[in-house]
């Protein structure tokens, strides 16, 4: 994992991996901690953004260069508008040019791609982001597929994919939310996970495969399980890492959590609970957070947890991108 951490994420990662870890390369057994800690992902992500602020101020003073990320958003989903406006904050607070496209529910696949090609050209730009989910009528693979992988920040194109699953880290982007969880990860177990057991719950092209890859190069032995996995309550049992990615909320128990084990909640539901007679909504994760902790070393939060991680890594990969653009990255 020392060459997604030193190549994968460049200096960027690097300066900004340095002010939350120390002794990043003691390996640390699972059940070393007696209690389960929270995994504070929001506290994290605002010593990386600090950091990342630092670095593209030096960037415009030493280079006249200052990252640009386009956001291209459509139609009016509510979670999708909160995710945009959570993504450009944080860029505009880091310093970076941000633009923001939102076009409509029913816009034409040309104009979306033409789009696009706009900005894939605009030299202004140095990350380009497709909030997902698009809608029905929009073919994702096409629309994802057409920015070019130099601008890819969220690493969904098929070169910055098949870089990652082959360990060619250096020139490539790594998925945002697999990133963050693997950064939070390495803080409680260290870069080497030789000998450790990681459970990935979900196969998605987003999180649940690129998360495998990622465990897998810092020498885990990973299991991949989703909808068809045999006993997977059992499976999940077996691993000292488990990171849930299904959006299915609270589906993982407590007893499904081996003792020690570092537990990672990729997901976001909302759920109705009632409180004095009133119903409200709440989020939650895939993970019963209360039960995990009676057994779990170390477990995040939902929200406060992987979410705010997430966004980081998307400056991250677009303070890096412009650094690439520039020539001051191999």
Same mark, same amino acid.
């Given at each position: ?12 990662? #690097? ?8 002794? !990043?390369?003691?390996?640390? !057994?699972? @059940?070393?901690?007696?209690?389960? &800690? ?16 630092? &670095? ?5 003073? =030493? ?12 139609? =009016? ?6 995710? +945009? ?26 104009? +979306? ?11 202004? *730009?140095?990350?380009? $982001? ?9 073919? !994702? ?19 910055? *994919? ?22 939070? *990860?390495?803080?409680?177990? /260290?870069? %080497? ?14 999180? /649940? ?21 045999? %006993? ?19 589906? +993982? ?6 003792? @020690? ?6 997901? *976001? ?15 939650? @994760? ?32 677009? #303070? ?7 020539? $001051?990255?191999?």
């Amino acid at each position: 994992m020392r060459q997604f951490t030193r190549a994968g994420a460049g200096g960027t990662m #690097l300066a900004a991996d340095n002010i939350v870890r120390t002794g !990043e390369d003691q390996h640390k !057994e699972p @059940g070393d901690m007696a209690t389960a &800690q929270r995994i504070d992902g929001k506290a994290k992500a605002a010593q990386m953004s600090a950091e990342i602020s630092l &670095q593209t101020e030096a960037l415009r003073k =030493e280079h006249g260069l200052q990252p640009g990320l386009a956001v291209v958003i459509i139609g =009016e989903d509510p979670a999708s508008q909160v995710y +945009v406006r959570n993504k450009k904050r944080t860029a505009e607070a880091c310093g970076f040019y941000s633009e923001q496209h939102t076009l409509a529910e029913d816009a034409a696949e040309e104009d +979306v791609l033409k789009l696009i090609n706009d900005l894939n050209t605009d030299d202004a *730009i140095h990350g380009i $982001l497709v909030q997902l989910p698009l809608p029905d009528h929009l073919d !994702e693979q096409k629309i994802t597929q057409a920015v070019v992988p130099n601008k890819d920040v969220d690493g969904f194109h098929f070169v910055n *994919i098949g870089k990652l699953t082959s360990g060619n880290t250096s020139d490539a982007f790594v998925p945002c939310t697999p990133a963050g969880c693997m950064l939070m *990860i390495k803080d409680h177990l /260290g870069t %080497d996970l030789s000998g450790l057991n990681a459970v990935v719950i979900g196969r998605s092209n987003i999180v /649940g495969k690129p998360m495998a890859s990622l465990l897998l190069q810092a020498n885990a032995t990973v299991t991949v399980t989703h909808s068809r996995t045999k %006993d997977l309550a059992a499976v999940v049992r077996e691993g000292d890492i488990v990171v849930a990615a299904v959006g299915r909320a609270n589906m +993982v128990k407590g007893d499904w959590i081996k003792p @020690g084990a570092v537990v990672i909640d990729v997901g *976001i539901n909302r759920v109705e609970v009632t409180v004095d007679g009133e119903t409200k909504s709440r989020l939650t @994760g895939d993970v019963d957070y209360a039960e995990a902790c009676e057994s779990a070393a170390a477990v995040t939060p939902v929200p406060g947890g992987v979410g705010p991680m997430t966004i980081v890594m998307l400056m991250a990969n677009t #303070l890096r991108a412009a650094r690439f653009a520039a020539g $001051l990255e191999a």
